[in-house]
């Protein structure tokens, strides 16, 4: 489906994305901002293949949030009750790497749903994600202190097609 394809389905919330955010052998075009999904708002970016045109791949995307870890949660808890637990967990190393991250998959017939939790900010992520999930007896995620403007934490959920290992990252799913 093109972009030109999808732009009267979703008239006239759908924006165009300009410049086009470049994902490599794909683009993102069109975007519907302000989407609730599991209690949260997201940003929707349509990622189309950049030679034949067609759409790729589907994000929802949290960026610069302070509530990165709950709408994390929310966001599993709403995907685990539509399609059971995830088939793939996959998470960077404990320590070491400049950026962390936790991932589950759905691998579904003809869709695959990702759930990726980023920290890019140097390595170490500043609510302990990686002991998940967090202790029930403390209730709430702990204060996260940080710069003006600054949060490196990312939290996506991909769509896209099964078939398309090679949107997987190395070592999740391929």
Not at 17 to 24: N, R, T
Not at 93 to 102: L, T, V
Request: with cysteine.
């Amino acid at each position: 489906m093109t972009a030109a394809a999808i732009d009267p389905l979703y008239a006239p919330k759908i924006r165009p994305v300009d410049p086009p955010i470049d994902y490599g052998p794909s683009q993102a075009t069109r975007v519907l901002q302000g989407q609730d999904f599991a209690g949260f708002t997201w940003r929707v970016l349509m990622q189309f293949d950049r030679d034949k045109k067609g759409l790729l791949q589907v994000m929802l995307e949290r960026g610069r949030l302070p509530y990165a870890p709950k709408a994390f949660e929310a966001a599993m808890a709403e995907l685990e009750a539509l399609y059971g637990k995830p088939d793939l967990v996959c998470d960077s190393p404990k320590s070491g790497a400049s950026a962390q991250y936790r991932e589950r998959v759905w691998r579904l017939a003809t869709t695959s749903i990702h759930l990726v939790f980023l920290d890019i900010g140097g390595g170490e992520l500043q609510y302990d994600v990686l002991n998940w999930p967090p202790n029930p007896a403390e209730q709430a995620w702990p204060q996260r202190f940080h710069g003006r403007g600054s949060y490196p934490q990312r939290l996506l959920v991909r769509y896209h097609p099964t078939a398309r290992t090679d949107l997987f990252l190395p070592g999740c799913g391929r």
